[in-house]
């Protein structure tokens, strides 16, 4: 099992969803709430596959058109 990490989505206009290790920086970095989150990760994104997807959370849309994981979908109605 992953150790837990933080999601949330941050300030930008496109509402990017990240992933980070670090509750506080989370915190800082967030545009609202933020959640524990436990599946792979790596450099402030959820991985799949062993890719980092970059999801535009307000659209619902991965940046490489990549199918978003049910798990992380929750994960954004969570933080939405």
């Excluded at 300030?11 to 290790?21: I, N, P, Y």
């Excluded at 436990?38 to 890719?51: F, K």
Aim: charged content about 25%; some cysteine; hydrophobic content about 40%.
């Amino acid at each position: 099992m992953n150790e837990t990490a933080y999601a949330y989505i941050d300030r930008t206009a496109e509402e990017v969803f990240h992933v980070l290790d670090d509750y506080k920086v989370a915190c800082k970095e967030a545009k609202g709430s933020v959640i524990e989150y436990r599946g792979e990760h790596a450099g402030g994104y959820p991985v799949v596959n062993q890719q980092q997807l970059i999801i535009y959370a307000g659209r619902r849309i991965e940046k490489e058109n990549q199918p978003i994981p049910a798990y992380i979908q929750a994960a954004i109605d969570a933080l939405l």
